[in-house]
């Protein structure tokens, strides 16, 4: 996976990254709703939905260059060509754990290594979070009892910049379809509402179409 430099001289975003980077609240969330009525018919044929959301929201950040910019302090920013996942896998005892899943574009090459890979920290592999080391990672978590309606997450300080990306309960609606709630909270320094509309309608299109 490679990265590339920006140069702040010539980067459109120059501006709102430095009037946000130092916020003491940069984060904000969009919570809205996706239709998984196809993902589920997906799922008689063996498709799990877990691994095909992980890869259907990969795929929509992935497809919004603003969302794989990271910052690292007040003069570097690059932009990831390709991200690698961290989910948290529920545990056997009821706690969970972190698994590091590279993104690939081919979804059956995917899942197979997303099944390899939670398969592992299911049976005790060990994986150690990310405490700063890395920032070509997207953070995503599933909450398969709750159809909420917001969500925020926990962050170490303002100026951690990986996007966090969190999906509910599937619910049927009066006419038929089937929905969940998803919520996606990013780093302002780097990205606006404008972009999480574009990855959202992308993470949309790979649900339909998986």
Not at 193 to 200: D, P, S
């Amino acid at each position: 996976m490679a990265e590339r430099s920006i140069d702040l001289a010539t980067w459109p975003r120059a501006g709102a990254f430095r009037l946000f980077r130092d916020y003491q609240r940069p984060h904000f969330a969009l919570t809205t709703r996706l239709d998984v009525t196809h993902l589920m018919g997906r799922k008689a044929q063996g498709v799990s939905p877990f691994r095909a959301c992980l890869h259907a929201l990969a795929a929509g950040f992935h497809a919004v260059p603003e969302l794989r910019t990271r910052f690292r302090g007040a003069n570097t920013v690059v932009e990831h060509d390709r991200l690698t996942l961290s989910p948290t896998i529920a545990l056997p005892d009821g706690s969970f754990g972190f698994g590091y899943i590279d993104y690939q574009e081919d979804w059956p090459a995917f899942d197979a290594a997303a099944k390899a890979e939670i398969a592992a920290v299911r049976a005790g592999a060990p994986r150690v979070p990310n405490t700063g080391a890395r920032d070509d990672l997207l953070y995503l978590s599933c909450l398969p009892w709750v159809d909420f309606t917001g969500l925020t997450n926990a962050m170490p300080d303002a100026q951690d910049c990986i996007p966090r990306l969190s999906w509910g309960k599937f619910v049927t609606g009066e006419n038929g379809h089937i929905t969940c709630a998803f919520t996606a909270e990013v780093h302002h320094a780097i990205a606006d509402g404008a972009h999480l509309g574009q990855a959202v309608a992308a993470i949309q299109d790979r649900l339909d179409n998986v």
